[in-house]
């Protein structure tokens, strides 16, 4: 499992976040050639292998 902690919201932040890929799907004939779980992953590991990043900001 993984702790999740919440903070104080910053300037900048998203307070909610709505995804469909219909309407690229529809007028670009998009498809996605990754499953959600597999993508999560890599965006764990990305953001696990780049954290000065996030930590530059705080």
Known sequence: DIAV???EWRPGDQPVCI????KAGREL????TMGV???VEQ??????????LF????
């Open 5 to 7: 902690t919440y903070g």
């Open 19 to 22: 995804m469909d890929i219909t």
């Open 29 to 32: 004939g998009w498809v996605p």
């Open 37 to 39: 779980r597999d993508g």
């Open 43 to 52: 965006l764990w590991n990305w953001v696990r292998d780049n954290r000065a």
């Open 55 to 58: 930590e530059a900001g705080e």
